[in-house]
């Protein structure tokens, strides 16, 4: 029942229209406008949020969304067809993170319309910022919303393995504070603090530290020439895991490990730590996990429940007492230039949602 060319078009165009997390404004009327069409209600926030319900269906209400802003600064993407996947032609990522998953909601809604198929009322949430650490959701008024559980499509991997387990993240950001100095002339009387922060990282856990945890620093800045000592560097990382006692192990051991290296050097240390959203883990007896995986099933995939290391708008669903299960756009090497989605899967991923939502209708969940 879902028609591909028309969701291949619907993703190509929503593609080609730049949203780098924080300049979404663009893509966000043009999702208004077509939820609108579809005969949805909507509104938006502060933030730029965008929530559409329906003026019909049966049974509670089922929340659907996807997040509008794609990561990094990458703009002018061109995308291309080949051998039945899109791709960007290279020089930028591609987008379907997460714009297949607005996608595939848009043309679900089109069938549903069309095809005067039976729903459950829907609430339609697509998020700024998701990029940003969940920006956009968290800044929501949950208490807003009517439903009481909900879909997310925000994952990769095969259709039919559903994401019920997510970590929480600690954003972490040190400044370390040294003493300039002529770097030739004078480099004993400065501090460098280049250098102090090189020794916490290098002491600090790095990358995976276990199946369920992980830590990175991804931002460095600091000195302002390379014959002055610098006096001020600024480290931007995360840490993430599933069990929240591990987590607050392996920030403090950050934290101390920053401070440390502070000390030996008389260098001052600003540390800022904030969790930034928490972890979840849904049960297979979640109303919204068992029907989601029976239309899995029905559709001849075959369902597995699995943790991710990385968090979605689910995270902080579920934490505001919306259970959500994460379903697969099939989008592969999120975030590369080498990012890339099967029409096949963006199908097939339409399909299993389209399944699930008529059959919640059916079922009166």
């Known amino acids: ?6 969701l291949v078009r619907t993703f190509l165009e929503l593609v080609r229209i730049d949203s780098p997390s924080g300049y979404e404004a663009e893509i966000g009327r043009h999702l208004e ?12 926030d502060a933030v730029g949020n965008l929530v559409g319900r329906t003026t019909d269906g ?3 209400w089922l929340l659907l969304s996807a997040h509008m802003d794609t990561v990094g600064s990458d703009r002018g993407i061109r995308p291309v067809i080949r051998d039945g996947v899109i791709a960007s032609d290279g020089t930028t990522i591609l987008g379907a993170d997460d ?30 910022g998701e990029e940003r650490g969940l920006y956009g959701a968290r800044q929501m008024d949950l208490r807003r919303l009517r439903a009481r559980h909900g879909i997310v499509l925000d994952a990769g991997g095969p259709i039919g393995h559903l994401v019920v387990s997510a970590p929480s993240q600690d954003s972490l950001r040190f400044v370390v504070h040294g003493v300039s100095a002529h770097a030739g002339a ?4 400065g501090i460098n603090a280049i250098r102090v922060a090189a020794e916490a990282i290098v002491a600090m856990p790095m990358g995976r530290v276990d199946a369920e945890t992980t830590c990175n620093i991804g931002i460095i800045e600091g000195g302002t020439a390379r014959n002055v000592v610098p006096d001020r560097v600024t ?5 993430r895991s599933r069990d929240n006692a591990k987590l607050d192990a392996l920030t403090a051991s950050i ?7 502070a000390d030996r050097h008389a260098a001052r240390l600003e540390a800022q730590v904030e969790r930034t959203y928490h972890a979840y883990r849904l049960g297979e007896d ?6 989601v995986a029976a239309a899995a099933r029905r559709l001849g995939h075959e369902v597995r429940l699995r943790a991710s290391g990385g968090g979605t708008d689910a995270n902080v669903f579920t934490a505001g007492g919306i259970p959500c299960v994460v379903i697969s756009t099939g989008m592969a090497e999120v975030h590369t230039p080498n990012e890339r989605i099967a029409v096949a899967d963006l199908t097939a991923s339409a399909e299993l949602l389209l399944t699930a939502v008529t059959a919640l209708a059916e079922r009166g969940e």
């Open 1 to 6: 029942m879902i028609n591909t060319d028309r």
């Open 99 to 128: 714009k297949s998953g607005v996608a595939a909601i848009l043309e679900v809604l089109t069938v549903l319309q069309e095809q005067s198929l039976p729903h459950p009322p829907l609430e339609v949430v697509i998020t700024v």
């Open 235 to 239: 480290v931007i990382g995360e840490a």
């Open 286 to 291: 979640e109303p919204i996990v068992q029907a």
């Open 186 to 189: 004078e480099p004993e009387k």
């Open 255 to 261: 934290v101390a490990a920053f401070q440390a290296a």
């Open 33 to 44: 406008a077509r939820l609108q069409r579809l005969g949805l209600a909507t509104e938006s």
């Open 58 to 60: 049966r049974g509670p």
